[in-house]
């Protein structure tokens, strides 16, 4: 075949590396929130004063 070389198979680095960054990082940031919510010193939060009965 006419102009295919070795390279043509595999995506480029960056379009690859970027992806992975972002859902490593949404993953941390994920359980950071879930440890902040459950080992935090402050009381739960009270029930919505702002609501109708």
């Known amino acids: 075949m006419r ?3 070795a390279r043509d198979g595999h ?4 379009r690859t590396l970027l992806p992975t960054l972002v859902l490593i990082l949404l993953g941390i940031m994920i359980v950071r929130d879930i440890v902040v919510r459950r080992w935090s010193s402050t009381p739960p939060a ?3 004063v702002t609501r109708l009965r």
């Open 3 to 5: 102009g295919v070389t």
């Open 11 to 14: 995506a480029p680095r960056r």
């Open 46 to 48: 009270g029930p919505d």
